[in-house]
């Protein structure tokens, strides 16, 4: 086991970039991880072999299917130290938050609690819930950066009547960084479900949801975790997964179509693990390509991800400490950071026109600024974006 109290190398962006991000070479600065993240050539080669045996159809093999779904698996939970048992392949993270709140048993009289300006995917799916009377919504506000109020949340945790909680690991918005252990042993204490929405967290910023304690999590593909879009996963804590009997129903979920030669042999009989929650046939050729990117980020390390994108954000947000009309919303504390940066200056859309412009790709998200470099980004790209914003006559 490696020395924690010695720094991990840091990153060979240079190599990394030429091996799995070439097409990044001779362009603008790609800062929208948070977004959508560049393939990595692995991954386009897992697909493209894959399509390639497809087409020349005799040339499927069998380790082309259930083993392929078998190394995501365990991939994913490698991510987030899990069992590959409790890990279903979804296609992407509302999926996964929808299998919560239609699957978790919820008691009547209890609420459901989430923070305002939660991304859509982690409100819709409870407002369901509301809309079908089974619970109650009580949506916490903020703090004036349009933070959530983590005392306030606890203090409703604490109530003793929250069924579920819902919380992003990282918020979309705001960069703000959960304590997710803080809030798994509240949840704990109170007989309360703790469901995570951790898109914008894997791929930059460790999890694990044993020391968190969370009850489901649930992510896509398509964003830090560099993979193809349609892919993605969903953690089901393994005690809980007999509890929870799918609302959507795929034929693999059932024990008895695992004998193609007599699937027609109907018997009510899920499956024992995570899998029951994944819904028919998969994309193959994605899921070996997610498999290929997660591995790339598992291989490089998440601890080392997170501290070079740390660096690469501190220029900035130490030339923005220096100017009157900047405000950094995002936290800038160690245990709150993320790789999501965001910060408003001056006449902000001007501002975002003005990188939108030098083709500097970076969002503009609830009035502010959201910068988010992954493992493949340079200071240089950074460099480029403060260029930018110090020419303020060419806004």
Not at 82 to 105: H, R, V
Not at 110 to 127: D, Q
Not at 311 to 323: H, K, S, T, V
Request: charged letters at 25%.
């Amino acid at each position: 086991m490696p020395d924690a109290s010695i720094p991990a190398a840091p990153i060979d962006v240079r190599a990394l970039r030429e091996r799995e991000f070439p097409h990044l070479d001779g362009h603008p600065p790609y800062l929208n991880a948070a977004s959508v993240a560049p393939l990595p050539e692995r991954a386009r080669a897992a697909i493209d072999a894959h399509n390639a045996r497809r087409s020349a159809v005799h040339q499927l093999r069998s380790d082309d299917f259930e083993p392929t779904l078998q190394r995501a698996r365990a991939a994913a939970a490698r991510l987030v130290n899990a069992s590959p048992d409790e890990i279903a392949l979804l296609p992407n993270t509302s999926y996964g938050i929808n299998l919560a709140a239609q699957c978790l048993p919820l008691e009547e009289g209890r609420r459901i609690v989430v923070s305002n300006l939660e991304f859509p995917a982690n409100v819709y799916p409870w407002v369901q819930v509301a809309k079908e009377g089974r619970a109650r919504v009580d949506v916490v506000p903020t703090d004036a950066l349009g933070r959530p109020d983590e005392d306030r949340l606890l203090a409703e945790i604490a109530r003793g009547d929250v069924g579920i909680f819902g919380l992003s690991a990282v918020q979309f918005a705001t960069g703000w960084n959960a304590d997710l252990e803080k809030f798994g042993r509240a949840c704990r204490e109170h007989g309360t479900w703790f469901v995570v929405d951790a898109i914008q967290a894997l791929g930059c910023i460790p999890v694990d949801v044993r020391a968190a304690e969370i009850d489901v999590l649930a992510t896509a593909g398509h964003k830090w975790l560099c993979g193809p879009f349609g892919t993605g996963f969903a953690y089901v804590r393994g005690e809980l997964v007999e509890r929870m009997e799918p609302r959507v129903v795929g034929w693999t979920a059932l024990e008895s179509s695992a004998d193609l030669t007599a699937c027609v042999r109907y018997r009510w009989e899920l499956v024992e693990h995570a899998r029951r929650f994944e819904v028919g046939t998969q994309a193959w050729q994605d899921v070996a390509g997610f498999t290929g990117s997660v591995n790339l980020l598992l291989e490089t390390g998440i601890e080392r991800i997170r501290d070079h994108v740390f660096a690469l954000i501190d220029p900035l947000a130490a030339w923005l400490e220096a100017q009157e009309d900047a405000t950094i919303v995002s936290p800038m504390e160690a245990a709150r950071r993320s790789g999501v940066f965001c910060f408003r200056l001056g006449d902000t859309e001007r501002a975002y026109a003005a990188l939108h412009r030098a083709r500097a790709v970076c969002s503009l998200r609830e009035g502010a600024i959201r910068i988010a470099p992954h493992l493949y980004n340079t200071a240089g790209d950074i460099g480029r974006v403060m260029e930018i914003l110090e020419r303020r006559d060419g806004w």
